[in-house]
């Protein structure tokens, strides 16, 4: 999978701006495939400025269209092109001490309503206002004449975006999102596993999405998980498969790339290790 943050960041092609882990970019697609897995180990705001894009993640999937905002959570997607138009976009990596400098002055006073599934929050579109359009008019010049922001109005216009998303946004999960965010001092690894296991990512890249070293990271796991990522990877993308072989919209291929799976060989022989049978019989086996 491609990490889209470090693309951007590394990239001599788009028109951005940065501060240290913070990349604002006006960005226009040159991908020519159909489909493309990404991740980042930061959370990101898009603002579609013309075409249409899909963000497809574990939880749902979000038809991005001109003048729609999407918060995607740190981590991995698909994302479905479409040709009829060419795709552009605002977008805004925010990096965990961003979002604990805005919010840590405020998040106590906001009521908290659902924590219980915050480790399935992956996205949310946020619904049209006024704040949302107001930012982003504030930040065309900035674009328009590569003129790049003074860093205090840059983080004072940050601020202002996120605390108005924070009171303005009526989905409980971001807002539960965000406060852990804002008071944990790494990513919760267990909200990043739940979410990011059906991608074909390494350990390497879990670490990065967790904020912590290879060794940190493979520790923690194991304290959680009480086993080896490798193994809990394995076991959760096979039952993850053994779920959409029963629900039949999928062929064998689909499967295994939606599974997190490199191939369909490697796949299959790890599936009939598991339930004895090839993914093709299984669903015949249970219904049986």
């Known amino acids: 999978m491609d990490n889209l943050f470090e693309n951007i960041k590394d990239s001599l092609v788009f028109n951005k701006f940065s501060l240290d882990e913070l990349v604002c970019v006006e960005y226009t697609c040159g991908v020519v495939d159909e489909e493309v897995g990404i991740y980042t ?3 990101y705001l898009i603002y579609v400025l013309s075409g249409k894009k899909t963000w497809r993640t574990i939880e749902n999937e979000w038809l991005m269209e001109a003048g729609q905002t999407l918060f995607v959570k740190k981590g991995a997607a698909i994302v479905k092109q479409f040709f009829d138009d060419d795709f552009c976009m605002f977008g805004f990596f925010l ?3 961003i979002i604990r400098e805005a919010l840590k002055d405020v998040i106590h006073n906001i009521p908290i309503n659902n924590q219980i599934n915050i480790h399935q929050f992956t996205a949310t579109k946020l619904l049209p206002k006024d704040y949302i359009n107001d930012f982003i008019k504030s930040m065309y010049p900035y674009f328009k004449d590569k003129k790049e922001p003074p860093e205090a109005i840059l983080r004072l216009k940050l601020k202002e975006l996120l605390i108005n998303i924070l009171y303005n946004c009526e989905n409980d999960l971001l807002i539960s999102y965000l406060q852990s965010v804002t008071v944990n001092p790494v990513p919760s690894l267990t909200h990043i596993m739940e979410t990011n296991f059906s991608y074909n990512l390494k350990l390497e890249e879990f670490a990065k999405l967790c904020h912590r070293s290879l060794s940190t990271f493979k520790r923690d796991f194991f304290n959680h998980y009480n086993t080896t990522p490798g193994k809990w990877l394995l076991n959760k993308r096979l039952e993850y ?17 939606e599974s997190g799976f490199e191939d369909v060989s490697h796949f299959s022989r790890v599936f009939k290790s598991k339930y004895g049978v090839t993914p093709s019989s299984f669903s015949k086996r249970i219904t049986s």
């Open 41 to 43: 180990q930061s959370d």
């Open 95 to 97: 990096p965990d001490d």
């Open 241 to 257: 498969a053994a779920s959409l072989i029963l629900k039949k919209s999928l062929n064998i291929t689909q499967i295994t790339f």
